[in-house]
């Protein structure tokens, strides 16, 4: 005979799969037309010259260039403020 009930089975033990979220290109890196520059969930970064947003708030180069990031002052619903990052793609010549 056993000498100790068996333990049971937990509910835990799973996870769901990572999202692959973040910015994909760095300041100074070179890109081309269409490539991602950032994947997100809302606005943490803003699309700037030379991007486009995509459905899922993805951030998309629109012409070949080098990527820039600038920082500007917004004013939230409320009255707050807050800075915003602005993702921009500098075109070459």
């Known amino acids: 005979m056993a000498h100790k009930k068996a333990g049971g089975s937990t509910e835990?033990?799973?996870d769901s799969r990572a999202k692959r979220r973040g910015v994909k290109r760095f300041g100074g890196q070179r890109v081309s037309a269409g490539e991602v520059l950032v994947r997100q969930k809302g606005l943490k970064f803003r699309p700037g010259n030379n991007t486009y947003r995509g459905k899922?708030?993805?951030i998309h180069a629109y012409v070949d260039g080098t990527v820039s990031f600038s920082q500007k002052k917004t004013q939230k619903f409320?009255?707050?403020s807050a800075w915003?990052?602005?993702i921009h793609v500098v075109p070459e010549k």
Do not use: E
Request: aromatic content about 8%; some cysteine; hydrophobic content about 15%.
């Open 78 to 80: 409320h009255g707050s």
């Open 56 to 58: 899922d708030w993805t």
């Open 84 to 86: 915003c990052t602005i």
């Open 12 to 14: 835990n033990g799973r």
